[in-house]
């Protein structure tokens, strides 16, 4: 099923670019019995991001996380014909005293044998009619200085790239 051109919703993006050429995939919300396949792809990303040993989230904590009573996290997952999940966008929404509530994406990612059809950009798509729908002032994401790949991919939506600020984090 390929794309259609729909710029009345995303009048910067055009969607004409995978007509004809992308496999069966369908990009929908994700559910909770989507989790353990996410997870799955979550420890693909952190193998392919050289930190396999990072992933420490139990499957509960990630489950109730999404779908609990308070959800904190949502997200769209890329679906084949025969209804395997094959990748997913993950965010959630944070709030910038400068610009106001702004969606974060945590992950992208398309297993490996997947990528390179297209799919990425339809989850990215998809994220980006999100944020306008919910008039989110922006999206933001962090990229590894090395992953070449996903660079190329987000400068074909002119993300704009700032190497002044530095990643800081506290774990407990």
């Not at 496999?23 to 929908?28: A, L, N, Q, V």
């Not at 992933?55 to 949502?74: A, D, I, K």
């Not at 974060?104 to 398309?110: A, F, G, H, S």
Request: aromatic share 12%; net charge negative.
């Amino acid at each position: 099923m390929g794309r259609t051109c729909n710029n009345a919703v995303e009048p910067l993006v055009l969607h004409c670019k995978y007509i004809n050429i992308m496999p069966d995939i369908r990009i929908r919300a994700a559910i909770a019995e989507d989790c353990p396949r996410m997870l799955e792809l979550v420890r693909e990303l952190a193998l392919y991001e050289r930190a396999p040993q990072e992933v420490t989230v139990s499957p509960e904590h990630f489950r109730e996380s999404g779908f609990g009573e308070r959800p904190v996290w949502w997200a769209y997952v890329a679906e084949t014909a025969e209804g395997n999940v094959v990748g997913f966008a993950l965010y959630y929404i944070r709030f910038s005293t400068w610009k106001g509530q702004r969606m974060y994406l945590e992950d992208i990612l398309v297993t490996e044998d997947w990528r390179g059809q297209g799919i990425g950009g339809q989850l990215m798509d998809q994220l980006i009619a999100v944020a306008r729908e919910k008039q989110y002032s922006g999206i933001a994401w962090q990229v590894l200085e090395w992953n070449e790949p996903a660079i190329r991919f987000y400068q074909k939506y002119k993300a704009a790239f700032d190497a002044e600020w530095v990643n800081v984090s506290l774990n407990l």
